[in-house]
């Protein structure tokens, strides 16, 4: 055989699983175990036989204010204290191992708190064998008459089995027994371990009554455990104790085997993880399967803490791997096909137990170990609740299988390669209630985890009862072999040779003492004749029977010449129609092809379409978007202009009348001036008159102007506005439509006597009135001479 060059391992597509898949939620038990003493408290009621009841201890409460209330918490099935191992594994264990019968896988494993009894349920003790011991009792006692010989199947190192002819599996037997001619040690053979010596009675034996017979079964089992996350082959035969080295002189330990190297996992061309490496062992016997599970079990760690005196500190698995193959045709040997071969298998785990380190008071390596052991279980909770996310909620997410190897070797189980089942086991001691809590939290949440159900295997296409039938053939042949006198076993020729010679007489005693004896050799030829005569009809009887199977033959080859040429004319319409088929295939798929080169095609231009309609979709709403601010941009802005030309116009206005009134005041004060100069022109002249005149007499004043009047300036203004104001002021409209009046003018009356004069003007200075004065009070007084007498002074 060639074997191809190197390269990467072509993958075997996964099986297609239907979307519709039906699915089972995973089973979870629980099993509380007796308390250790009378006077401990317990925290653990059994309501009924699906439900529990947790109570908190009074110290907690206390502690706690009340907060802890009575909590209750449901199971498929609840296991008091009473419970045997027997209904235990009734319950639980019995189904997976009827479903590893019939080719399905089954995953069972325990959890809870160390010192829970986890390592009772799944091993047991001496009298009460747990689920492990009594699922191997089971497999054999169903089994035990269809097994093949030894090494028929042949594990391929790659999660497989291969099917080995007769006389291969006749030289692997032999090879082995030649190497285990050496001797063992008398107490291997002669003292039974006691520690799984009569685990099962054989009143409590189990079978399964629906076994194929017309199959050949092969056990395989396996033992591994976890320790700090790496994975240890427990059956090596490189046993290596690292509590107890050798010492050979010095200060150096010097230890006698090299430590087990850790395994790796691998997946196989189905997609299901291995441990690559690790030791399968073949047995025929449950004492046998027994014996190997013990031999792991020595090996595995353990250690004394303060919670439990036989903590284990590892995670281990015990796979029991059952191969099948049908018989051929005649129902004699098994069918040499490797694609015939099923193998399914029961993985049975014993979680180590969660701790906490302020209890145990661990150190060193069993802190470590308890750190790793929590961890694993951590990844293990996170596992079930992304599960439980993806199913309930619908999301996608990825679970963190490789975070640990607890998870990782049994991801396929979860992804519905098999049905999963767990046992909680629960301490009922009030110091365990905080634990225990969680442990309850995790159980309810795995409840709600669904596993797809394992599908059922092909069935092979051979009638059944073959093996039944070539039974009964035989033992017809061994009837008729009986009833001839032959012997019953046709196949031994010693065992036909003896009884030739015993059916044929026995020969007398050949002795002569006498020369005269006449007697001993007569008989001695009567004896020869009888014997040639009966060797003469048996040669008659052996050529008839060699005439008659000849002929028989000679029938069977025309009847199978004939048959062969019907084979081969059927064969040619065969080859005929696979041609035919063959072409239309091609023609299928290169269809398919182009359908699926079409579908793609499809696919992009509609891709691209959405595309585009999403963009127009989104330019439609951005210019929807402008346009309305656009109009209210416009809207605002018109009223920003209306706004502004209201404010425009009654600025304007405003300032026109404030520039008329300010014009009308500059005029008026500047005609007030003017008056004040021509006054004191008129008063210069007047003394200056007075002066040269001399004591003439005086003449008549002249006229004094008009001083120019606001009253004018007003009346005008009213006459120029279109509704005269009674005030002193300007009236204008407001924006709302009323009036306001702006004073333009402020008036200050003084009154001011006559008969005294200032004494500016008593100086009789020429300059007329000093500066700062107020001329607007003194015009009136001038003006008012009169009234009051105006006094002209005169120079002494």
């Not at 007398?508 to 006498?514: A, G, K, Q, Y």
């Not at 009654?650 to 008026?668: F, I, M, P």
């Not at 002021?729 to 009356?749: C, H, M, P, Y």
Request: net charge neutral; proline share 6%; hydrophobic share 30%.
């Amino acid at each position: 055989m060639q074997r191809p060059g190197k390269g990467k391992t072509p993958r075997r597509p996964g099986p297609k699983k239907a979307s519709n898949t039906e699915r089972d939620p995973v089973g979870v038990y629980c099993r509380i175990r007796p308390l250790g003493s009378e006077d401990e408290e317990c925290c653990v009621e059994m309501i009924s036989s699906t439900t529990i009841q947790l109570h908190a201890p009074d110290g907690l409460k206390a502690n706690r204010n009340g907060e802890y209330k009575e909590t209750q918490y449901s199971f498929k099935k609840v296991f008091g204290i009473n419970t045997t191992q027997l209904e235990l594994f009734e319950d639980v264990a019995k189904p997976l191992v009827e479903d590893l019968i019939h080719c399905k896988n089954g995953l069972l494993f325990t959890y809870g708190v160390t010192g829970s009894g986890k390592t009772f349920t799944m091993t047991g003790s001496p009298g009460e064998g747990g689920l492990l011991p009594r699922s191997l009792d089971m497999i054999f006692n169903s089994i035990g008459p269809f097994q093949a010989k030894r090494f028929v199947f042949k594990p391929d190192d790659k999660n497989g089995m291969e099917i080995q002819s007769q006389v291969d599996a006749l030289l692997e037997r032999q090879k082995r027994d030649s190497q285990q001619a050496v001797p063992k040690t008398p107490s291997s053979r002669q003292k039974p371990d006691p520690e799984f010596a009569d685990m099962i009675s054989p009143d409590e034996a189990c079978k399964s009554e629906n076994v194929d017979e017309d199959g050949c079964y092969g056990v395989f089992v396996s033992y591994i455990e976890i320790y700090n996350n790496y994975i240890y082959d427990l059956l090596e035969d490189a046993p290596y104790d690292p509590i107890r080295p050798k010492w050979l002189g010095g200060s150096t330990p010097v230890r006698s085997n090299e430590p087990p190297q850790s395994k790796i996992l691998r997946e196989d061309q189905n997609h299901n993880m291995y441990v690559a490496g690790c030791t399968e062992v073949e047995v025929k016997s449950t004492e046998e399967a027994f014996e190997v599970f013990w031999k792991g079990q020595k090996k595995r760690r353990i250690a004394n803490t303060q919670l439990n005196r036989e903590s284990s500190r590892s995670h281990s698995v015990f796979t029991i791997k059952l191969a099948q193959a049908p018989l051929d045709a005649d129902g004699d040997h098994i069918l040499q096909d490797k694609n015939q071969v099923n193998v399914s298998q029961l993985c049975l785990v014993d979680l180590a137990g969660s701790e906490r380190t302020n209890r145990t008071r661990a150190e060193g390596s069993r802190l470590r170990e308890a750190g790793n052991i929590n961890q694993s279980l951590m990844t293990l909770r996170t596992c079930i609740e992304v599960l439980r996310e993806n199913q309930m909620c619908g999301t996608n997410k990825m679970v963190p299988y490789r975070d640990s190897k607890v998870t990782h070797l049994f991801k396929n189980y979860f992804d519905g390669e098999g049905k999963v089942r767990m046992i909680v086991c629960v301490n009922p001691n009030a110091d365990d209630y905080e634990e225990t809590v969680l442990v309850m939290r995790f159980a309810e949440m795995t409840q709600e985890v669904e596993v797809a159900r394992p599908v059922d295997r092909p069935i092979c296409g051979l009638a059944p009862g073959r093996r039944h039938r070539n039974q009964a053939f035989r033992d017809e042949l061994s009837r008729r072999l009986e009833e001839r006198g032959g012997p019953s076993n046709a196949v031994d020729d010693r065992v036909l040779m003896t009884q030739l010679i015993e059916s044929l007489p026995d020969l007398p005693t050949c002795e002569l003492v006498d020369p005269a004896d006449d007697q001993t050799l007569p008989r001695m030829i009567e004896v020869l004749e009888r014997r040639h005569q009966i060797r003469q009809m048996m040669t008659e009887q052996f050529n008839k029977t060699a005439n008659t199977v000849k002929s028989m033959l000679q029938q069977f080859d025309s009847q199978l010449s004939a048959k062969d040429y019907f084979l081969h004319d059927q064969q040619s319409k065969l080859n005929e129609k696979d041609k035919v088929i063959l072409s239309q295939k091609t023609e299928i798929e290169r269809l398919e092809k182009k359908s699926k080169t079409l579908e793609y095609k499809i696919d992009i231009l509609q891709k691209t379409t959405d595309m585009y309609e999403q963009d127009k979709r989104a330019l439609q709403q951005e210019l929807q978007t402008r346009e309305h601010r656009l109009q209210s941009e416009l809207s605002e802005r018109k009223r920003m202009e209306q706004r502004m030309q209201g404010a425009v116009t009654d600025t304007r206005l405003k300032w026109e009348k404030e520039c008329e009134r300010r014009v009308n005041a500059k005029q008026l004060e500047m005609q007030n001036k003017l008056w004040v100069k021509d006054e004191k022109l008129k008063q210069l002249k007047a003394i200056v008159t007075e002066s040269s005149s001399g004591g003439s007499a005086p003449t008549e004043r002249p006229e004094k102007p008009e001083r120019p009047s606001r009253e004018r300036d007003r009346n005008i203004q009213q006459k120029r506005s279109p509704s005269p104001s009674p005030l002193p002021g300007d009236v204008f409209k407001t924006r709302s439509g009323g009036q306001a009046v702006q004073f333009t003018d402020i008036e200050t009356l003084k009154q001011v006597c006559p008969l005294a004069p200032s004494r500016k003007r008593r100086s009789g200075s020429a300059e007329g009135p000093a500066e700062g004065e107020d001329i607007e009070n003194r015009a009136p007084a001038a003006s008012t001479n009169s009234s009051h007498g105006y006094q002209k002074r005169r120079k002494p």
